[in-house]
């Protein structure tokens, strides 16, 4: 029966045994050998050896595929070769099992000819076709375009091929272009859009689809006749496709126009805070929902006097006449109210929206639209700084600062390549036994030209401009090599705890870096601690809570750092996979200062310890801070009382010295 199946098969089907010896033929298989007049001739023969045949053949590739099959070595082997004049032919090998050992394999021949036509055919389609079509791979490099392509992007083949799609044409860089074509590079999904592109006068109609596994399939049509109408043509050109506000071009139009009459006017430059963490957390649509929410705000609560436009990502800019130096106080306080407010769209999740603002002054601060929002853009990262619902107006010192922060930008990841960076470690310690029971990682860098720079400072730039990663993972490898050190010089077994954006936690690719790192260093369970901030983007996202449950599954501790400052919804503690609460400096220096905030102290410690988490202190500096937590039941602290940050010769001095405890002589000293 079995072998009148396979006979009806097209397809040409040997069996083999473990030895490599033919045991079953279909009839396919028999008329391909014989039609085949070298080497493969004899393969039609139950019992000769086809392994042997082949490896006294032109097919060593084969006999290597067949091989490494009937060893396990892998799954399956699959080529394509031509044979028999024109004709084009697939062979699969497939393991034979029985009871889960290999006992031989299944060839397959097929005749994929027809395939071979279709696909030149395909290719021949494409490039006479109507529609422009381009296809760039996952670096944005252009990997084909058909003839109408180069007629509607006036170039060549040889002009565009090989070349980087944003290098070619820069106006896109920030435009609708980028937008969609990212989403379908990105998140592997179609888009469909029309987008007006100055530099070629064109309106495009576009269809872009993911290309296989990587990259970008792009379709395109020539629509200005479709978008002849005078009227139509310059609102979409001038209006933010999302919001329908103004956009950029528009923008710049109005207050050309107010400085050609030389009015006075007032320039505010918006910037969402942690916008990029709600589209890491919850994806680019949600984070259109939210855009469009604030702009309808912004239209809705401020007075018609403004000029409101969105300027581009989660950037706005407004334009008002001014009127005096309260008034410019009044409205800026008026628009972070109209941010700030909480969202009831049930398309959005819990956010907590805060904005920045910079401000600029014409003819105070410049005489172009472009020196007007850079002064305000300029102001905004010095509002950015003060953390919150904040706003600056721009103030020529303000420069000095933004060429500071360039300088940081820049030198970021050379800093790493050089090792710049160095981490410091300060002692965790068990106050009831005074021993040392872990160390938090801080990173420090003395940069060459500006000295000493803040971890708060080049962090936030490295959050904000997309470094962070490359940061975090150099500082957690470079620590982790040092703690198998210390474990190899002193016997030091204690935990290791590294901070971590919590915005990381959205990338599946940095938790697996992570569980490739515990095992690249043997790290054993419940060593490795990560610290998060509080953050309700983060705590609210389904992808970043199921990766959480992961990390911790995989021995990873997870510690709430500077708890009792931010995120003010406790009901996160009970639901995420938490190991240990850090409670804010500012708590610890309330004590003995200030009853309410001891109050607040004592129930987080109770809380944590209803919950069995772990509760550490931070910033503790004096005895009396020590004797308070000790009578209200907090044993973990970190701070001068015991020990400030030590470089890893220090540390590895105190462990040698004096073991993981405190001699009371030391803490005397201190």
Request: glycine share 4%; aromatic share 12%.
């Given at each position: 029966m079995y072998k009148e199946i396979i006979d009806s098969l097209q397809d040409s089907i040997a069996v083999i045994n473990a030895d490599g010896e033919i045991i079953v033929t279909n009839k396919s298989w028999k008329k391909f050998c014989q039609e085949t007049n070298g080497c493969l001739k004899n393969a039609d023969v139950v019992g000769i050896n086809y392994l042997e045949i082949l490896s006294n053949s032109i097919y060593l590739e084969e006999y290597n595929g067949i091989l490494a099959v009937l060893k396990g070595e892998i799954p399956f082997f699959n080529t394509t070769y031509p044979c028999l004049s024109e004709n084009w032919y697939t062979k699969l090998v497939s393991p034979l099992m029985d009871q889960g050992k290999i006992i031989g394999a299944t060839i397959t021949h097929k005749d994929i000819s027809e395939y071979e036509k279709e696909r030149i055919e395909m290719y021949n389609d494409l490039e006479n076709m109507t529609d422009a079509f381009l296809t760039v791979d996952?670096?944005?490099?252009?990997?084909?375009?058909?003839?109408?392509?180069?007629?509607?992007?006036?170039?060549?083949?040889?002009?565009?091929?090989?070349?980087?799609?944003?290098?070619?044409?820069?106006?896109?860089?920030?435009?609708?272009?980028?937008?969609?074509?990212?989403?379908?590079?990105?998140?592997?999904?179609?888009?469909?859009?029309?987008?007006?592109?100055?530099?070629?006068?064109?309106?495009?109609?576009?269809?872009?689809?993911?290309?296989?596994?990587?990259?970008?399939?792009?379709?395109?049509?020539?629509?200005?006749?479709?978008?002849?109408?005078?009227?139509?043509?310059?609102?979409?050109?001038?209006?933010?496709?999302?919001?329908?506000?103004?956009?950029?071009?528009?923008?710049?139009?109005?207050?050309?126009?107010?400085?050609?009459?030389?009015?006075?006017?007032?320039?505010?430059?918006?910037?969402?805070?942690?916008?990029?963490?709600?589209?890491?957390?919850?994806?680019?649509?949600?984070?259109?929902?939210?855009?469009?929410?604030?702009?309808?705000?912004?239209?809705?609560?401020?007075?018609?006097?403004?000029?409101?436009?969105?300027?581009?990502?989660?950037?706005?800019?407004?334009?008002?006449?001014?009127?005096?130096?309260?008034?410019?106080?009044?409205?800026?306080?008026?628009?972070?109210?109209?941010?700030?407010?909480?969202?009831?769209?049930?398309?959005?999740?819990?956010?907590?929206?805060?904005?920045?603002?910079?401000?600029?002054?014409?003819?105070?601060?410049?005489?172009?639209?472009?020196?007007?929002?850079?002064?305000?853009?300029?102001?905004?990262?010095?509002?950015?700084?003060?953390?919150?619902?904040?706003?600056?107006?721009?103030?020529?010192?303000?420069?000095?600062?933004?060429?500071?922060?360039?300088?940081?930008?820049?030198s970021l990841k050379e800093a790493i390549l050089t090792n710049a960076y160095y981490t410091v470690f300060q002692p965790q310690v068990n106050i009831l036994k005074d021993e040392i029971i872990g160390i938090e990682v801080l990173s420090r860098w003395k940069h060459p030209e500006l000295g000493y720079i803040s971890p708060d400072e080049f962090i936030a730039i490295a959050e904000e401009t997309g470094q962070i990663r490359m940061l975090t993972e150099h500082i957690i490898d470079t620590s982790l090599l040092t703690y198998n050190k210390w474990k190899k010089i002193s016997g030091f077994a204690g935990g290791i705890s590294i901070n971590v954006s919590s915005s990381l936690l959205n990338e599946p690719s940095f938790v697996s870096f992570l569980m490739y790192q515990l095992e690249k260093y043997s790290i054993p369970r419940g060593i490795l601690e990560i610290e998060i901030t509080e953050n309700v983007q983060i705590f609210s996202s389904s992808i970043i809570n199921n990766h959480m449950h992961d990390i911790q599954q995989a021995g990873i501790r997870i510690a709430i750092d500077d708890f009792g400052v931010g995120y003010s919804n406790l009901s996160y503690i009970s639901n995420l996979p938490i190991s240990k609460i850090k409670i804010d400096k500012f708590f610890t220096n309330c004590i003995g200062k200030n009853t309410k905030g001891e109050a607040i102290l004592q129930a987080i410690i109770v809380l944590a310890n209803n919950l069995k988490i772990d509760v550490l202190a931070e910033g503790v500096e004096t005895e009396k801070q020590r004797d308070f937590l000790i009578a209200n039941n907090c044993a973990l602290i970190q701070g001068f009382f015991y020990d400030m940050p030590l470089n890893e010769d220090q540390f590895i001095y105190r462990l040698q010295q004096f073991g993981i405890r405190y001699p009371a002589k030391q803490k005397e000293n201190l």
């Open positions: 996952k670096d944005w490099q252009i990997t084909f375009l058909n003839k109408e392509a180069e007629k509607l992007l006036f170039a060549s083949k040889e002009d565009l091929l090989g070349v980087d799609l944003w290098e070619i044409y820069p106006d896109a860089v920030d435009s609708i272009f980028n937008e969609n074509y990212s989403k379908t590079m990105y998140e592997r999904v179609e888009t469909r859009f029309e987008a007006y592109y100055d530099p070629l006068e064109t309106w495009f109609e576009i269809h872009a689809y993911p290309k296989g596994k990587s990259g970008v399939s792009i379709f395109f049509n020539n629509i200005n006749d479709k978008k002849s109408k005078e009227d139509k043509l310059w609102n979409t050109a001038h209006h933010d496709h999302l919001t329908e506000m103004p956009n950029r071009l528009l923008l710049y139009k109005k207050i050309d126009k107010k400085i050609a009459k030389q009015e006075p006017f007032v320039l505010f430059f918006l910037d969402l805070n942690n916008f990029k963490l709600v589209n890491d957390a919850y994806g680019h649509e949600t984070g259109d929902i939210l855009l469009l929410e604030i702009a309808n705000r912004l239209k809705r609560d401020l007075p018609e006097k403004f000029i409101i436009s969105r300027y581009g990502g989660d950037e706005f800019v407004l334009c008002t006449t001014f009127v005096d130096d309260f008034q410019v106080q009044s409205d800026a306080y008026h628009i972070l109210s109209a941010i700030e407010k909480p969202f009831n769209n049930p398309a959005l999740p819990p956010l907590n929206i805060t904005a920045s603002i910079g401000i600029s002054l014409f003819p105070e601060n410049g005489n172009s639209v472009d020196s007007l929002i850079t002064a305000a853009d300029i102001a905004m990262y010095e509002a950015k700084k003060a953390k919150g619902d904040q706003w600056r107006r721009y103030e020529s010192v303000m420069s000095k600062s933004l060429n500071r922060r360039l300088i940081i930008e820049k």
